[in-house]
């Protein structure tokens, strides 16, 4: 059972360019996310997903761009590359009933991506 | 808006000493409240969660958490505190979506 699994673990891109972060998982879960880790700030959201062909900004959600086409899949999109970019990013999923409170499954996250814009 | 805060941003504990690590939220409506713990290099894993029930919740590795409501706190604490315990430790709050503290850091020393 692979979990959540991300691509690639590091990178390093030039200014302005662009690249995607991929996110699989094969639990079946219905929410998705993406989430920045920077020193000292703890995890911002970016975007979620709560279900394919939805998504929804989070707290830091400029210069990002997701799609949900599938459930399994949730690419992270970013366009021109920006040094305040610079964090490493993870992607998370968990299932999540809203008609029953207690059905609320916990995050799974991915070991995350490395990446620094220079 | 709903937030959680970690007010420590490190805790240094003695090896077998019990532990805690202190985090309040802000939400409208009943809260989900969770907390999770980083080791280097890896993404977070789920400790432990309240939903409803019983304010005292027990989860991994042998810690627990109360969920004050009057106070609007869910405390982590474990009763006798190992070195492998050392880590980041988020408190993270649901309501449409899932916020996180900033992290506290734990330090136990042998």
């Known amino acids: 059972n692979a979990g959540v699994t991300q691509t690639p673990k590091f990178r390093i891109l030039k200014i302005g360019q662009s690249m995607t972060l991929q996110c699989a998982q094969d639990?079946?879960?219905?929410?998705m996310y993406w989430y920045r880790q920077d020193p000292g700030m703890g995890l911002k959201l970016i975007y979620y997903?709560?279900?394919?062909?939805?998504?929804d900004k989070g707290e830091v959600p400029n210069g990002y761009n997701v799609s949900r086409s599938t459930t399994e899949d949730f690419p992270l999109r970013l366009e021109l590359a920006a040094p305040s970019q610079t964090s490493v990013y993870f992607c998370?999923?968990?299932?999540?009933?809203?008609?029953?409170?207690?059905?609320?499954?916990?995050?799974?996250f991915g070991n995350g991506t490395r990446l620094t814009v220079t | 808006a709903q937030s959680v805060a970690q007010p420590e941003d490190q805790v240094n504990v003695a090896e077998g000493n019990p532990l805690t690590v202190k985090c309040t939220y802000s939400?409208?409506?009943?809260?989900?409240l969770f907390w999770y713990v980083q080791y280097p290099n890896r993404g977070l894993q789920f400790l432990l969660k309240y939903i409803t029930g019983d304010n005292l919740v027990k989860g991994s590795y042998g810690f627990e958490a109360e969920f004050n409501k009057s106070q609007t706190s869910f405390h982590l604490k474990k009763p006798s505190a190992l070195v492998s315990d050392s880590a980041l430790y988020f408190c993270?709050?649901?309501?449409?979506?899932?916020?996180f503290g900033t992290g506290t850091r734990l330090q136990v020393f042998p």
């Open positions: 997903s709560v279900g394919a062909g939805i998504t």
């Open positions: 639990m079946n879960h219905n929410y």
């Open positions: 939400v409208s409506g009943n809260p989900y």
């Open positions: 998370a999923s968990s299932y999540s009933d809203q008609r029953d409170r207690v059905k609320v499954s916990p995050l799974h």
């Open positions: 993270a709050v649901n309501t449409d979506k899932l916020i």
